[in-house]
């Protein structure tokens, strides 16, 4: 699957949609077992959760795109498909929990290129559920540095501390994502897929059994004065810097 949304593959709510859609589909078709998400946008895998989503928008906006998010998040962590992602560009926040939600993550060996829960950066909190995919991703100690300090790490730092699982040159990154799925689907599906489900379904169902909590605790937070602010102070730098 190409993620297609220019300039930068932010997550929007059409985005999320259309992804969740598509991703639907494919679980649905038994003659799909695998899949490979990258970006057809140069340089950037995705810029994670689309700010402007959040900034300014009513609460009852805010909580139907905070379920979006939750649908993705779900449906992808809990896919019956072997899931690699093939990181060819940066991947902060929402961008890094997508990929995270893989089986398997090839990034491309370039130094410009990051990936990591920035989120306290923005003035932000990754909420119970991007803290667990991190810690089931690099471990407790780890997870709890990278998400205090909203640590961007660059493609040979995420391989040490086993964010990614390989870093290939650029141009590679497609061509490893197709061997590497080939060794995912050498094993019987249904051995598999049980197995996901027993180191996953902890993580899963402690969302799924509090999703509408969830909501209340984002709209709430991100609709706070304090909040939009620095979300504000944030979008500026963002304008600024590209100045
Ligand atoms: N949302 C909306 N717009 C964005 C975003 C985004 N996440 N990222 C970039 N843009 C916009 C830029 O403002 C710019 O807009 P314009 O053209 O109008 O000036 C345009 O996209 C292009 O951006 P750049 O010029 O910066 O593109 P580069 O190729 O130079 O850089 C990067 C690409 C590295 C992705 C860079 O844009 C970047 O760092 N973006 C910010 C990424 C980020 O911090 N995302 C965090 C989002 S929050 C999240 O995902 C989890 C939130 C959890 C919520 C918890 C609350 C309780």
Redesign the pocket.
């Known amino acids: 699957m190409y993620m297609q949304s220019p300039?930068?593959n932010?997550?929007s709510l059409d985005f999320l949609t259309e992804f969740c859609i598509n991703l639907e589909k494919l679980e649905m078709d038994k003659s799909c077992r695998g899949l490979i998400v990258t970006s057809s946008q140069p340089?950037?895998f995705s810029?994670?959760?689309?700010?402007?989503e959040m900034y300014g928008k009513s609460p009852e906006h805010c909580g139907e795109f905070w379920r979006a998010v939750q649908e993705m998040w779900l449906k992808m962590y809990s896919s019956n498909m072997a899931t690699i992602a093939a990181i060819n560009g940066?991947s902060?926040?929402?961008g890094c929990l997508m990929s995270m939600t893989c089986d398997y993550r090839i990034m491309a060996d370039n130094p410009r290129y990051s990936i990591g829960l920035?989120?306290t950066q923005?003035g932000?909190?990754?909420?119970f559920w991007?803290k667990d995919t991190i810690i089931n991703t690099v471990g407790h100690r780890t997870a709890e540095m990278a998400l205090e300090l909203g640590l961007l790490f660059s493609p040979s730092e995420a391989l040490k501390i086993g964010l990614v699982d390989q870093v290939v040159p650029e141009d590679q990154v497609l061509t490893t994502a197709t061997q590497a799925m080939t060794k995912w689907l050498a094993v019987p599906d249904h051995a598999r897929q049980i197995t996901k489900s027993l180191m996953r379904k902890p993580t899963l169902d402690k969302l799924t059994s509090s999703r509408e909590a969830d909501i209340q605790n984002?709209v709430s937070?991100?609709t706070k004065d304090s909040i939009q602010k620095s979300l504000r102070v944030y979008?500026e730098m963002?304008?600024k810097?590209?100045g």
Do not use: H, W
Not at 124 to 127: E, F, G, Q
């Open positions: 300039p930068v932010s997550l340089k950037v810029a994670g959760l689309d700010i402007m940066s902060p926040a929402g920035n989120e923005l932000i909190v990754a909420p991007f984002f937070f991100i979008l963002l304008k810097r590209k």
